[in-house]
């Protein structure tokens, strides 16, 4: 879901994730996550950003800590890295703008996780990525 000036540009998206952990004796585990997510729906066809679309590629290295005692398994998860970001949009029918940038991120994770079995995971998760920029010059509450 796009924040700041972004939610008055683009509308939501979709997402798709991959991630690697290894898991210590404890409760703890290091891993890292990848993203990809697309924001392809102009919100407002009337504003000067035309056919507005955007794409976030987070790469996160993270550090998870879980209670492991039951087959109900909360956890925490932090994570820092950097972001791939693009925005694209068109000024007038023959002209447009592409942006591209990468940015340092920071992703704070809750989740619970069932154990189906001993290698079968059921998870819920919710979290955001925290991204170190705003929107470009002319968006929608780019100074903040």
Do not use: C, H
């Amino acid at each position: 879901m796009p924040i700041t000036g972004y939610k008055q540009v683009v509308k939501t998206g979709w997402l798709m994730s991959a991630e690697g952990k290894y898991r210590f004796k404890s409760n703890f585990a290091v891993g890292m996550k990848t993203q990809f997510a697309r924001l392809q729906k102009d919100k407002d066809p009337n504003d000067g950003f035309q056919q507005a679309r955007m794409t976030i590629t987070p790469v996160i290295f993270t550090a998870e800590y879980g209670w492991f005692k039951s087959t109900l398994q909360p956890y925490v998860t932090g994570g820092l890295g950097i972001t791939f970001f693009n925005i694209n949009y068109e000024t007038s029918p023959a002209q447009g703008t592409s942006i591209n940038n990468v940015i340092f991120t920071m992703m704070p994770l809750v989740g619970l996780r069932y154990a189906a079995s001993t290698n079968v995971f059921i998870f819920l998760e919710s979290g955001m990525q925290l991204i170190a920029d705003g929107p470009p010059i002319g968006f929608p509450k780019s100074e903040k």
